[in-house]
């Protein structure tokens, strides 16, 4: 579906109104052009802004930009700006993102996803997208009780995480590929659980987590990157 004829598209599910709580099953297909760029009042931003309680799975999101002008706080993410209780299944996005707020603590911008929390949990999905500005890879604020699991980024990072921003919650076999030209490869700060997952190693190119615990989070070369022998204990069937 191509919705670029929408200037300015109203996310699905407004933090400040009706989060969307349903479920949203893309079969494979996807969705072009998304174009969001005014915040209108709004806080969320993506083809879903809030989605609570929800599922979303087995859909592309290709070409986007999702440049929303300032607002006092925002969570952006092509796919959704913030989720809670929900599940994310084989999910892609690529394209364009990038936001401005002036509540720095409650600013997120993420390829794929803003801000997930409370049991939240993101399978089989990754992003190509270009995070221009501050933000991260994949998704910026990862809270306790959220899950990623079998995920990857690979677009580029003007400044943040190649990964993720903050790692609170679990991170398992997710790996990154993203350029980063200012701050750090995997994740700014990781204070979750993160096991098997993996970056490629930029020689003088910035540390692979800025604070907060690098344990299972394993830096590699190209070479080693496109190797099936790297990633241990993974289940590639």
């Not at 399978?123 to 998704?139: F, H, K, N, P």
């Not at 990072?157 to 993720?164: N, R």
């Not at 490869?185 to 490629?200: I, K, R, V």
């Given at each position: 579906i191509?919705i670029?004829?929408?200037?300015?598209w109203?996310?699905?599910?407004d933090?400040?109104g009706?989060?969307?709580s349903?479920?949203?099953?893309g079969?494979?297909?996807?969705?072009?052009n998304?174009k969001?760029t005014?915040?209108?009042?709004?806080?969320?931003f993506g083809?879903?802004?809030y989605?609570?309680?929800a599922?979303?799975?087995?859909?592309?999101v290709?070409?986007?930009?999702?440049?929303?002008?300032?607002s006092?706080?925002?969570q952006v993410?092509?796919?959704a700006?913030?989720?809670a209780?929900?599940t994310?299944?084989?999910?892609?996005?690529?394209?364009?993102?990038?936001?401005?707020?002036t509540?720095?603590s409650?600013f997120h911008v993420?390829?794929?996803?803003?801000?997930?929390?409370d049991s939240?949990v993101?399978?089989?999905?990754y992003?190509?997208a270009a995070?221009?500005?501050?933000?991260?890879?994949?998704i910026?604020?990862?809270?306790?009780g959220?899950?990623?699991?079998?995920c990857?980024?690979?677009?580029?990072?003007?400044?943040g995480?190649?990964?993720?921003?903050?790692?609170m919650?679990?991170?398992e076999?997710?790996?990154t590929i993203?350029?980063v030209?200012?701050?750090?490869l995997?994740a700014?700060?990781?204070?979750?659980l993160?096991?098997?997952c993996?970056?490629?190693?930029?020689?003088?190119?910035p540390?692979?987590?800025?604070?907060?615990?690098e344990?299972?989070i394993?830096?590699?070369?190209?070479?080693?990157?496109?190797?099936?022998?790297t990633y241990?204990?993974?289940?590639f069937?």
């Amino acid at each position: 579906i191509d919705i670029e004829g929408y200037d300015n598209w109203l996310p699905i599910g407004d933090i400040y109104g009706v989060a969307f709580s349903g479920s949203f099953d893309g079969k494979g297909h996807s969705i072009t052009n998304l174009k969001i760029t005014t915040s209108n009042g709004l806080r969320t931003f993506g083809l879903f802004g809030y989605a609570v309680d929800a599922e979303i799975k087995n859909l592309r999101v290709e070409n986007a930009s999702v440049t929303p002008s300032w607002s006092y706080e925002q969570q952006v993410g092509i796919l959704a700006g913030y989720t809670a209780r929900t599940t994310v299944t084989d999910c892609s996005t690529s394209g364009t993102v990038s936001g401005s707020a002036t509540y720095i603590s409650a600013f997120h911008v993420g390829g794929l996803l803003g801000q997930i929390v409370d049991s939240t949990v993101v399978e089989s999905c990754y992003s190509t997208a270009a995070i221009v500005g501050e933000g991260s890879g994949l998704i910026d604020d990862i809270q306790p009780g959220a899950s990623v699991r079998d995920c990857y980024s690979a677009g580029s990072v003007s400044s943040g995480g190649g990964f993720a921003g903050s790692i609170m919650g679990t991170v398992e076999n997710c790996y990154t590929i993203s350029s980063v030209s200012s701050g750090n490869l995997f994740a700014n700060y990781s204070g979750g659980l993160t096991t098997g997952c993996y970056y490629q190693n930029a020689a003088g190119g910035p540390a692979s987590v800025g604070s907060g615990s690098e344990s299972g989070i394993n830096g590699a070369d190209e070479v080693e990157m496109k190797s099936q022998a790297t990633y241990s204990g993974w289940n590639f069937e």
